[in-house]
């Protein structure tokens, strides 16, 4: 029999998924699951189960949290991206790294084919398809739901005749959960003018006294929360999320231009990815220089799309991640950060790089490297172009015709 391994979580697409290529296609099923810091060990532990009973040739959970750090959330970190100044990229970039595990995976156990349960109505399709075709080449790429149309209707139909048994009752939300942010999509996300409601939201509030949060930071990657040491930045980030997700921080609304070119909305929750991303872009303000930022501003806001729209693989992404990964030699020390429920407020850093270095002068008071006669000097020149073109192009020096 022909191996296929097939992208499983569990849901509805998937387990019809599994049944469809084993029942009607013939193939062996190799069902995968990655995890990206989503799922805890009973999830797994039912996931597994419920594969199982669908008689499955194979279950693996691939457990890539801490290489979906190394090579994707640090360089996110190091480049402070916000999709349209806003979204953490939570799900895009964990589909990234779900797909290439998934493809290494069917390389090393021989499959001739890969399978995923995207529709055809979004991004993940798209993510999915072109990290396969680029690592395997040679592999067909199933996706039963997209190329049969099927409504859900039509599903939960075909897995009864099968008498598959789950809960077949939609949540009023769908809710997709990472270490990099918790995406949260409803009836309020499909409209352009409503907002999700409280409860809506996995993380409620039950945190209602300000706290402060200090986050440590050695060559752009966090080391300490509030003084405690982390041997890597994965339990970090879990802690500051411990911290600061029952505050209701983190929650906003993103709304982009899909890869395939319609406009989407989609709600999140994302606290600790906030914080971290503002936290590390204050310590960089006080330590990189003008044109360090400026250029690692423009690099990275490429980087986030390039990213959001599935080109991981392309190999400008290494040279992108080769030049903030430079960037980050002295961005060092600790940022102090005030929570409050569903707000925060930077309250500032400490840094031995720290570019606002009195011993240089304090700004608008006194200033210690440069005398006044050089500020003169500096400014004639600095404003002599200008200054040449305005006496150039001064009205009474052109005919009038």
Same mark, same amino acid.
């Given at each position: ?24 296609? &013939? ?20 996931? *597994? ?12 959970? =691939? ?12 360089? =996110?970190?190091? &480049? ?65 739901? #997209?190329?049969?149309?099927?409504? #859900? ?49 996995? %993380? ?9 949060? @200090? ?9 300490q929360v509030n003084g405690e040491s982390f041997d890597h930045p994965v339990a970090a980030i879990l802690k500051i999320q411990e911290i ?6 983190? #929650? ?5 231009? @899909? ?27 006080? %330590? ?12 990275? *806001? ?18 992108? *991640? ?16 005030? =929570? ?9 850093? #400490? ?27 500096? %400014?004639?020149? =600095? ?19």
């Amino acid at each position: 029999m022909k191996k296929v391994v097939l992208a499983y979580s569990g849901g509805l697409d998937t387990t019809f998924c599994a049944i469809h290529l084993s029942k009607e296609k &013939g193939f062996e099923v190799h069902a995968v699951l990655v995890n990206t810091g989503g799922f805890e060990q009973a999830e797994l532990e039912n996931i *597994e189960a419920r594969a199982k009973k669908l008689g499955v040739a194979s279950f693996k959970v =691939l457990d890539v949290t801490s290489t979906y750090y190394e090579e994707v959330l640090k360089y =996110l970190i190091f &480049g402070n991206v916000l999709k349209n100044q806003t979204y953490p990229l939570s799900v895009s970039a964990e589909r990234i790294l779900q797909a290439k595990a998934l493809a290494e995976y069917a390389k090393g156990i021989g499959a001739t084919a890969v399978a995923h349960g995207s529709t055809g109505a979004g991004n993940d399709q798209v993510r999915f398809d072109m990290i396969f075709q680029t690592i395997l080449p040679q592999a067909e790429i199933i996706t039963p739901i #997209r190329d049969l149309k099927l409504s #859900r209707e039509e599903e939960i139909n075909y897995l009864k005749k099968h008498d598959v048994h789950m809960n077949f009752e939609k949540a009023a939300y769908s809710i997709n959960k990472g270490i990099w942010g918790t995406s949260v999509g409803g009836k309020e996300t499909l409209t352009s003018d409503q907002a999700l409601p409280e409860d809506a939201y996995p %993380t409620q509030v039950s945190k209602t006294e300000a706290e402060t949060l @200090t986050i440590g930071f050695e060559k752009g990657e966090i080391n300490q929360v509030n003084g405690e040491s982390f041997d890597h930045p994965v339990a970090a980030i879990l802690k500051i999320q411990e911290i600061a997700g029952p505050f209701g921080i983190g #929650r906003d609304i993103h709304v982009g231009d @899909t890869i395939i070119g319609i406009k989407g909305r989609v709600g999140f929750e994302a606290a600790a990815p906030l914080l971290i991303i503002k936290a590390h872009q204050l310590l960089e303000k006080h %330590t990189l220089t003008k044109w360090q930022t400026y250029w690692k501003n423009q690099m990275a *806001e490429f980087y986030g799309n390039h990213l959001h729209e599935g080109h991981y693989l392309d190999p400008v992404m290494r040279n992108l *991640e080769a030049f903030m990964a430079d960037t980050q030699t002295y961005v060092s020390g600790e940022v102090k950060i005030q =929570l409050n429920p569903y707000r925060f407020n930077m309250i500032g850093i #400490r840094s031995e790089h720290d570019l606002m270095s009195s011993k240089f002068g304090s700004y608008g008071e006194m200033n210690k490297g440069y005398t006044a006669e050089d500020v003169k000097g500096f %400014t004639r020149i =600095l404003g002599n172009q200008t200054a040449i073109f305005h006496n150039v192009n001064q009205p009474n020096n052109h005919d009038n015709h």
